[in-house]
């Protein structure tokens, strides 16, 4: 029987048929159950998990469990998985990211860019289905960790170049990369920033124009992991 999602529950969902499709391709292995609405003629989902041997499960009820806007038809159960970090990959570091919409849109940049994803708890939750929906399935496809604190994070990643994005560093532009080092971009909370003691490392800012106080935080991401994949590939 489905239930709505919890922090602390073993499983979480993809929230719609797109999502789906996505999960089952990139973690079939992950997947319990793939449920469908009786009013759905989207034939991709069931056959895609009928190809995997995934339950295909036709339940309206499950469907408004789950999602109670009406404009969802196919959901895919999965079980939380492990993505440990490469220490030969750049990182992208959010430390106390509150909002889910935020982390799954920077997911979806790291992706992009060839990163992948640090993030220092308390923090929002990498599995919640808002986060998923919003990584529009790179939550799948790249590698993800959470650490208790970034300390925790540096004991295992420390030797490499921390690049922490905060008010007062200097201009980002100035910051030149080199192809066969490794870097982390740091990140801070929505609403503090990151606290001074980010100082001690080298810190950046994005120049931007007075008419706003500050860039959103996945802008400001997909800004600098943008210019970090860009700069190595010249």
Same mark, same amino acid.
Do not use: W
């Given at each position: 029987m489905v239930k709505k999602y919890k922090k602390d529950d073993a499983t979480s969902y993809a929230l719609g048929a797109t999502l789906t499709?996505?999960?089952?391709?990139?973690? +079939?292995?992950?997947?319990? &159950?793939?449920?469908?609405?009786p009013r759905s003629d989207i034939a991709?989902? +069931?056959?895609? $998990?009928? &190809? #995997?041997?995934? +339950?295909? =499960?036709?339940?309206?009820?499950?469907?408004?469990?789950?999602? +109670?806007?009406?404009n969802c038809f196919a959901i895919g159960e999965f079980e939380k998985f492990t993505s440990p970090l490469s220490a030969e990959r750049d990182h992208i570091v959010l430390v106390n990211p509150s909002d889910s919409g935020n982390l799954g849109t920077i997911m979806r940049a790291a992706a992009a860019f060839d &990163?992948?994803?640090?993030? =220092?708890?308390?923090?929002? /939750?990498?599995?919640?289905?808002k986060t998923v929906r919003a990584s529009m399935g790179a939550a799948f496809c790249i590698n993800f960790e959470?650490? /208790?604190?970034?300390?925790?994070?540096?004991?295992?990643?420390? /030797?490499?170049? =921390?690049?922490?994005?905060?008010?007062?560093?200097?201009?980002?532009?100035? &910051?030149?990369?080199?192809e066969g080092k490794r870097y982390s971009l740091v990140f801070g909370n929505e609403a503090t920033g990151l606290p001074e003691s980010y100082a001690a490392y080298d810190a950046v800012r994005i120049a931007q124009s007075d008419k706003v106080d500050s860039l959103n935080?996945?802008? $400001? $991401?997909? =800004?600098?992991? #943008?210019?970090?994949y860009a700069a190595k590939r010249r």
């Open positions: 499709v996505e999960l089952i391709k990139r973690r +079939p292995e992950s997947v319990r &159950a793939v449920y469908v609405s991709a989902v +069931p056959e895609a $998990a009928r &190809a #995997h041997g995934i +339950p295909v =499960i036709e339940s309206e009820k499950a469907i408004n469990v789950l999602s +109670p806007k009406g &990163a992948e994803l640090a993030v =220092i708890r308390p923090c929002a /939750d990498p599995f919640d289905p959470c650490f /208790d604190s970034f300390e925790q994070y540096i004991s295992r990643f420390g /030797d490499r170049a =921390i690049v922490p994005f905060m008010l007062n560093g200097r201009p980002f532009e100035s &910051a030149e990369f080199d935080l996945s802008v $400001a $991401a997909a =800004i600098a992991l #943008h210019r970090l």
